[in-house]
């Protein structure tokens, strides 16, 4: 089993930054695609930004020029630095992984649970 836990959620003044962190743990052979997304009451979780395992990264365009996606793959952690924050960009944020639990093994992918980010004045 895999466990992907989230931290560094904050409530924050509009402009204000935070960075997030995911750390995967459990049975991992490798990690492939780690991704960060977010939700707001009602709706479905929206992508906000994927690292792929060599270092390439694609954002969702209202994000883009403010967040930045990155991962250790030696900490099985992924990170999202949020600039200039808006408070559109309120909501829970949510990584979740594509994770391959042995070698040759089709990998699954796991979510967490999640952290709070508001933005407000």
């Known amino acids: 089993q895999v466990r992907l836990v989230e931290s560094g959620g904050d409530r924050v003044q509009p402009g204000g930054s935070l960075r997030l962190s995911c750390t995967a743990s459990?049975?991992?052979?490798a990690i492939w695609q780690m991704k960060w997304h977010r939700q707001t009451p009602g709706k479905q979780p929206q992508?906000?930004?994927?690292?792929?395992?060599?270092?390439?990264?694609d954002y969702l365009d209202s994000v883009k020029g403010r967040f930045i996606i990155s991962r250790d793959n030696a900490k099985k952690t992924v990170y999202l630095q949020m600039n200039n924050l808006k408070p559109d960009d309120t909501a829970v944020y949510l990584c979740?992984?594509?994770?391959?639990?042995?070698?040759?093994?089709?990998?699954?992918?796991?979510w967490g649970q999640g952290t709070q980010v508001t933005v407000s004045s």
């Open positions: 459990g049975n991992i052979f």
């Open positions: 979740s992984a594509e994770v391959q639990g042995a070698r040759g093994t089709i990998p699954d992918e796991y």
């Open positions: 992508l906000v930004a994927n690292s792929n395992r060599d270092g390439s990264a």
